[in-house]
């Protein structure tokens, strides 16, 4: 061999091949196997699979990665779940962070902030999306009343500060006795020593006023009239307070008269006899009515209008008369007969209330006899009209509230009318009463016109209102 040339492991003079060479040597070679060496340093052969054909083949290592489906080494794109060492909260090198990391991260960040305000939105809408929070806040405080250090506001911001707190204008005034300060009342309630110098209107000392009239001094057994220049008296100066004649009366101490009875008084009466009275009596129409002045009692009474009449033959029936009333007392008028009586009118709001009577139903004709109409219902003022023979139905008196008769029949076999209801009727007595009533008086209602062999039913009588007013 030429000298420097490589030689095999364990080259010796005799050529034999030992070592790794001879643990080869002894193998059986196969097509698609790998000779390797075991553990006891023995040849061994490993089958060759399509697998590792592929990566004999591989030319670069990306090629092997790809072949085995692994991420790049530059810019690598992992799938699954990979994993890596969490690195502890402050850790700042390349290292890969994991989720782990990141939450350690953020939960040392959030630092147990409420779940309100845990994330930056949060915070940001808590500071009304202000950039420059600290300085408004800065500001709007530099704005308030402070009380531990001076302030430099504006007469406007003061004006402001002293109008929220309800301060009048004297809180920006010292105490004291010069001019623009005020004056502060003494332990006894009263305006601090000050001479009439001060005071605007008020005449000082009797000593220190200039031009001032002299007196003449009198005796202390002298009048009143030896006095020089002394202002004439009112004729009460002479008078002594009495109960007699001549003598003043004095105010009690709850500035009223002391006991007196009615004969020391003119123009007043005893208790509970009446003075002076007067009547009233509404006939017609509507209005208010004023009660007099003094008047302390009014006695009320009233009563609704009749109905009217009805007429024979078809039982038509006769008008029914209206309401009276006066304040909220209320008496109703009666309806109108036909062949049956008409009914009487409600009364409500006295102290007494009596509805109105019915009205009398028709009679029927008979070959011998006429039928004679119905008499209207009486009020408590009477005047109710009566029925007819063969002629209108009598009308009820004026202002009684009574119903008006029926009309007779003369020639039918059928039933006359009949007669009106008469109106409510109201009582009332009223120790408290108002100023003023609104009134309105009742009309009677009209009877039924008269057809064929019947005749006309007469008219209802009006309603009326008497009042008595009462004074003492």
């Not at 808590?126 to 704005?143: E, M, R």
């Not at 020089?228 to 002479?238: H, I, K, M, R, V």
Request: glycine share 20%; net charge negative; hydrophobic share 40%.
């Amino acid at each position: 061999m030429p000298e420097g040339a490589v030689k095999p492991s364990n080259w010796n003079d005799e050529h034999e091949i030992d070592g790794v060479l001879g643990a080869l040597a002894a193998l059986s070679l196969a097509g698609d196997c790998v000779p390797y060496l075991d553990a006891e340093m023995r040849g061994q052969l490993s089958r060759l699979t399509a697998t590792g054909r592929a990566m004999l083949a591989c030319a670069v290592a990306s090629d092997v990665l790809a072949l085995l489906g692994g991420a790049p080494l530059i810019s690598p794109a992992l799938r699954g779940t990979p994993t890596a060492p969490t690195a502890p909260v402050g850790t700042f090198t390349d290292q890969i962070a994991t989720m782990a990391a990141v939450q350690n991260a953020i939960n040392a960040l959030v630092g147990g902030a409420p779940g309100a305000l845990d994330t930056l939105n949060e915070l940001a809408v808590a500071i009304n999306d202000d950039a420059s929070f600290a300085a408004t806040v800065t500001n709007a405080l530099a704005a308030r009343l402070r009380v531990d250090a001076a302030q430099n506001l504006s007469p406007a911001q003061m004006g402001q500060a002293r109008a929220n707190l309800a301060l009048g204008s004297a809180s920006m005034l010292d105490v004291g006795m010069t001019a623009g300060k005020v004056v502060q009342l003494d332990g006894n309630a009263r305006l601090p020593a000050v001479d009439a110098s001060q005071l605007t209107g008020v005449i000082a000392a009797w000593a220190a006023i200039t031009g001032k009239p002299a007196f003449a001094a009198v005796a202390l057994s002298g009048s009143y009239a030896d006095l020089s220049n002394a202002p004439a008296l009112g004729t009460a100066a002479t008078k002594n307070v009495g109960m007699t004649a001549g003598s003043v009366v004095q105010l009690d101490a709850n500035a009223k008269l002391p006991a007196l009875d009615g004969s020391q008084l003119i123009n007043v009466h005893a208790a509970g006899s009446p003075a002076s009275w007067t009547r009233t009596v509404l006939t017609a129409g509507s209005g208010i009515y004023a009660l007099k002045a003094g008047c302390v009692a009014l006695h009320v009474r009233l009563v609704g209008a009749g109905g009217g009449g009805g007429y024979g033959p078809t039982g038509g029936a006769g008008g029914a008369g209206s309401a009276t009333t006066f304040g909220t007392l209320t008496a109703g008028g009666g309806t109108g007969g036909a062949q049956l009586g008409g009914g009487g009118g409600n009364a409500s709001g006295g102290d007494v209330n009596i509805s109105g009577a019915n009205g009398q139903g028709g009679n029927y004709y008979t070959s011998t006899v006429n039928a004679a109409g119905g008499c209207g219902g009486a009020s408590p003022f009477g005047g109710a009209g009566n029925g007819n023979y063969n002629n209108t139905g009598y009308p009820a008196a004026p202002n009684s509230g009574s119903g008006g008769g029926g009309g007779g029949l003369s020639n039918s076999a059928s039933c006359s009318g009949g007669g009106g209801g008469a109106g409510g009727f109201v009582d009332k007595l009223m120790t408290e009463p108002s100023a003023s009533y609104a009134y309105v008086v009742g009309s009677g209602g009209a009877g039924a016109a008269g057809s064929g062999a019947g005749f006309a039913g007469g008219a209802g009588g009006s309603g009326i209102i008497i009042i008595e007013e009462y004074y003492y």
